[in-house]
């Protein structure tokens, strides 16, 4: 995919962006001016953006009333650079990241209950406002997590998104330490899942389809590898007393339905893979077991600080390859080859 070029407007224009001007358009560098905080804003310098296959989303146009051009980018990592006049409890300097959830209108009824997660109205960033692919960004407030110390730039972005999906996922899925939990795909979501699953201390079953990837899911911290191409990794499952467990992160329908029987007695199979094509179960498949099928979407802001925060802990770290913000053309048809390993990230 290539990136084009526009010229420079006539003034000053100190800050580079990458940007989609249209659905469908290609990525364009222009050169912006640095803007300013309002009152609830923080301005971040820019060191790191993930590129994730939600940024498909800007780029073709799929989501309903985004208003163009539109700099994308949700797996922001910087520094607060200058702050709004009402912001409290953060400071210049200090670093921050901004994810999937950017803000909420603290006024609806979900809001009202605290669940911020599920607000009416929630702002998307690098959608609803223009985000990490460029060099300066401005974030609502209550869109920010702080980074803490020991972890680089380059590896907080993938936790803001891919990376407190799969937390989130694992630490509420009611599965307690030395359960069966497996890992579905390994890729952008499922090597940090495998990694997760083991620091909380399950016995993780990795599931992929190539022979090739079991030495890095044992690597990654999976106790089992199960190749679903050659076995009925269902089965292979039941065998070993069947999963409390399953996190589904392969955009592959088919592949989820077949590993529902793979779940023990209550266990839970929690979807985070986004396919458009129906999950297939039988009423009978749930009854028995008392078996459930679960959706879980990324987090809050606070969950991606809990995500950095166990990260830092204990060593779990994004595989991640770094491309310039000026080749964010080439970045984002990496990431859509579905060949990197596994998270593909800018830096300024
Ligand atoms: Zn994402
Ligand atoms: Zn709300």
Same mark, same amino acid.
């Given at each position: ?18 940007? @989609?001007?249209? +659905? ?5 560098? #222009?050169?912006?001016? *640095?803007? !300013?905080? =309002? /009152? ?25 009333? @985004?208003?163009? +051009? ?5 797996? #922001?990592?910087?520094? *607060?650079? !200058?702050? =709004? /006049? ?52 401005l974030a609502p407030v209550e869109a920010l997590a702080a980074i803490p110390n020991t972890l680089s730039d380059a590896e907080a972005g993938p936790l803001l998104c891919a990376g407190v999906t799969t937390f989130n996922a694992l ?135 809990d995500t950095m925060n166990f990260a830092e802990l204990t060593g779990v770290r994004p595989m991640i390859e770094t491309y310039p913000l000026d080749k964010a053309g080439e970045a984002y048809a990496r990431m859509l080859s579905g ?10």
């Open positions: 995919m290539a990136t084009m070029r526009v010229a420079a407007a006539p003034q000053v224009a100190p800050m580079m962006a990458a940007q @989609i001007s249209k +659905p469908g358009g290609e990525f364009e560098i #222009v050169e912006r001016e *640095i803007p !300013e905080p =309002g /009152a609830r804003q923080v301005r971040i310098r820019v060191q790191a953006c993930g590129v994730c296959h939600s940024d498909v989303f800007v780029k073709e146009g799929l989501w309903p009333g @985004i208003q163009y +051009p539109r700099v994308p980018g949700h797996e #922001v990592a910087g520094i *607060i650079d !200058e702050m =709004g /006049a009402e912001v409290t409890g953060w400071k210049k300097g200090q670093r921050v990241g901004v994810g999937w959830h950017g803000g909420q209108d603290n006024t609806c009824v979900e809001c009202r209950r605290g669940r911020f997660l599920y607000c009416r109205n929630p702002k998307v960033a690098g959608i609803s406002y223009d985000g990490g692919y460029q060099q300066y960004m630490r509420h899925s009611g599965a307690s330490p030395g359960d069966l939990v497996a890992v579905q795909g390994i890729g952008g979501l499922g090597h940090l899942g495998i990694q997760f699953a083991n620091r909380f201390g399950f016995k993780v079953a990795a599931i992929g389809r190539d022979a090739e990837n079991a030495s890095l899911a044992k690597k990654l911290g999976a106790n089992v590898y199960i190749d679903s191409k050659t076995t009925n990794a269902a089965e292979e499952l039941q065998k070993l007393g069947g999963a409390q467990a399953i996190l589904a992160t392969a955009p592959n329908s088919k592949a989820m339905s077949e590993l529902i029987d793979g779940l023990g007695p209550t266990g839970k199979f929690i979807v985070v893979g986004i396919s458009p094509d129906p999950i297939a179960v039988t009423p009978l498949q749930l009854i028995s077991g008392e078996r459930a099928i679960q959706g879980s979407a990324v987090g809050t802001p606070t969950d991606s600080e060949k990197a390993e596994f998270r593909v990230v800018l830096t300024m």
